[in-house]
């Protein structure tokens, strides 16, 4: 077992920890560097994707030859968790949710007219994406098998009706993959579709206002309403949509937990030089021994989250889907992140709940990070029916 970095990814690690330093971080610092969602303004973002791409540092996730930089999954871990040292940093990179797993499954299952037409222009920074899956009630939540939005196939056409909500990014995205139910087959009841924003039959109703920061283009509620989808843009096979859902949704939680761990590192950096000389009680903060544990206990979750996410990492590079390994990291890295920025708030005092630091921007977006791409309770629940079926094999070495 060897815990080093390739030096090729090493250098990739350092390159991005300059990068941001000297481009990012800097941005954060200004209110009017925002846009109207708390998240960076878009002059400023395309002027740091230009530069990102001009320093090799563009896509790393995507094959060296669609423009990306070919790393695999355990490469990314180190790389995702430096770009989110900065709240703005992925996005600069086009590492950023939603695209960075609407790529990634694009490029594992699209055909390769598929990648040509919807990959490509993300992979360029041309187009945003989106991803489309989860309804209101009575429909597709934590449990996929309640979906409602249905595909019915009309000669070489399907046409959709339905509701999706929560749809990130969807307020400025071009290309969009959805799921939809196309029959009533327990396990095969579903499929996979794409199309283009420019596409007649569809609209938003909403952009639905979040407690947190919100990715540029928000978060939709969308209404289909006789989107037709010509039968090539299906993705895989028809009744393949929980499968397609199965596999961006591994790599993508597992890349949120690598930026997660990146901000929640960064909460805790927030906090180090204030313990250091802040006194109270004739001693620095740090030299009290209750200020000591919270800061240990932070420091140490942190590591058993990017272990974790590591290992799911090693996995699934193996082609392994890492169910289990995806679903413990994703419990214990959102839940981490959640814990240490309120630990960092704690330490900084009455300046941590000001906007004077990042801190209260990263509290209102962590909350997120215990719902989305499953709630805790769901992964705990896979969890527990892996325990259930496997006994003491749930603990094992690959
Ligand atoms: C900021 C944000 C961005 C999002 N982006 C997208 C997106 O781009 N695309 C998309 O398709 N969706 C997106 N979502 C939706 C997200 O994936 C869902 O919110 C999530 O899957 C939970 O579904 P739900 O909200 O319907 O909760 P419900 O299914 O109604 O569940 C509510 C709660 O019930 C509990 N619960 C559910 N099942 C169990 C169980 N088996 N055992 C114990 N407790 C349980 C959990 O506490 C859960 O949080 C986003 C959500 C947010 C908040």
Not at 356 to 362: F, G, H, I, K, R
Not at 375 to 395: A, C, N, P, Q
Request: proline share 4%.
């Amino acid at each position: 077992m060897d815990f080093a970095l390739p030096p090729e990814i090493d250098d990739y690690r350092i390159r991005i920890r300059a990068f941001v330093k000297k481009h990012v971080i800097p941005v954060e610092t200004h209110q009017g560097n925002y846009d109207e969602h708390d998240n960076i303004r878009h002059d400023l973002l395309e002027d740091l994707r230009t530069k990102a791409k001009n320093a090799g540092l563009w896509a790393l996730q995507m094959p060296k030859e669609f423009g990306g930089q070919g790393l695999n999954v355990a490469g990314m871990a180190p790389c995702y968790e430096e770009m989110n040292r900065s709240i703005f940093g992925p996005v600069c990179f086009n590492s950023a949710a939603p695209d960075d797993g609407n790529m990634i499954v694009l490029n594992k299952i699209g055909t390769k007219a598929q990648k040509e037409r919807w990959l490509q222009p993300i992979i360029d920074g041309e187009v945003r994406s989106s991803f489309a899956m989860t309804e209101p009630a009575p429909g597709s939540g934590s449990d996929p098998s309640a979906m409602l939005t249905t595909a019915e196939k009309k000669g070489n056409t399907w046409v959709v009706n339905g509701r999706k909500w929560f749809i990130t990014g969807a307020g400025e995205a071009q290309h969009f993959i959805l799921i939809a139910r196309t029959s009533d087959h327990t396990r095969k009841g579903l499929s996979a579709f794409l199309f283009d924003a420019d596409q007649p039959g569809w609209e938003i109703l909403r952009r639905i206002p979040i407690m947190g920061p919100e990715e540029h283009g928000g978060h939709c509620e969308i209404l289909f309403n006789g989107l037709e989808i010509p039968d090539e843009n299906r993705l895989m096979d028809v009744g393949d949509g929980l499968k397609v859902a199965q596999i961006r949704l591994g790599t993508a939680r597992l890349t949120h937990c690598m930026r997660w761990t990146g901000m929640a590192k960064r909460a805790l950096e927030e906090t180090l030089d204030y313990v250091a000389e802040r006194k109270a009680f004739g001693e620095k903060l740090a030299d009290h021994e209750g200020v000591q544990w919270l800061l240990g206990e932070a420091a140490m979750q942190i590591e058993i989250g990017r272990l974790l996410t590591m290992r799911a990492a090693v996995k699934l590079d193996s082609g392994d889907f890492a169910r289990k390994e995806v679903s413990m990291a994703k419990v214990v890295v959102s839940e981490t992140l959640h814990k240490a920025i309120d630990t960092a708030i704690q330490l900084r005092g009455a300046r941590g709940y000001s906007k004077d630091t990042p801190l209260e921007w990263m509290y209102r977006y962590a909350r997120q990070a215990r719902l989305v791409d499953g709630s805790s309770e769901t992964h705990k629940m896979v969890l527990s029916r892996y325990l259930l079926s496997e006994g003491i094999d749930f603990w094992s070495w690959d």
